[in-house]
């Protein structure tokens, strides 16, 4: 736990049970760790994203480039992360999957969103 940066785990017992509990970073706090850094962008990473900056909202360039940093996540996470409304990011997020940029990928429990 040390060597990760996390609490040590809270342990709970009495004469007929036992529980332990690992507490982990809140995951937003994650996010927005790897949303706010600042990478440049390398010709590949420009090349995807070619065409979607023309005639479409900056709002949906920025949900793009977040699941491109941050694969994986689902619409709530992403919602908190970047503080936009979740009906607001489910049409950015439709417009992405119609124009083929984005995929939903796994079950609709544990899945999430990638860049293609």
């Known amino acids: 736990m040390h060597t990760y940066n996390l609490e040590p785990p809270l342990i709970?017992?009495?004469?007929?049970?036992?529980?332990i509990t690992?507490?982990?970073?809140?995951?937003?706090g994650v996010i927005a760790k790897q949303h706010s850094k600042k990478t440049a962008d390398t010709p590949s990473s420009k090349k995807q994203?070619?065409?979607?900056?023309e005639g479409v909202s900056g709002g949906v360039k920025t949900v793009l480039d977040f699941i491109e940093k941050t694969?994986?996540?689902?619409?709530?996470?992403?919602?908190?992360?970047?503080?936009?409304?979740?009906?607001?990011?489910?049409?950015?997020?439709?417009?992405?999957?119609?124009?083929?940029?984005?995929?939903?990928?796994?079950?609709?429990?544990?899945?999430?969103?990638?860049?293609?």
């Open 12 to 19: 709970e017992a009495d004469e007929t049970w036992f529980s």
């Open 22 to 28: 690992f507490r982990r970073k809140p995951l937003h």
């Open 71 to 116: 694969p994986g996540l689902r619409i709530p996470q992403i919602s908190k992360a970047l503080n936009i409304p979740a009906k607001t990011l489910e049409r950015r997020i439709r417009k992405l999957r119609e124009t083929g940029k984005i995929a939903f990928r796994g079950s609709p429990r544990t899945g999430g969103y990638w860049v293609l």
């Open 49 to 53: 994203h070619e065409g979607v900056s």
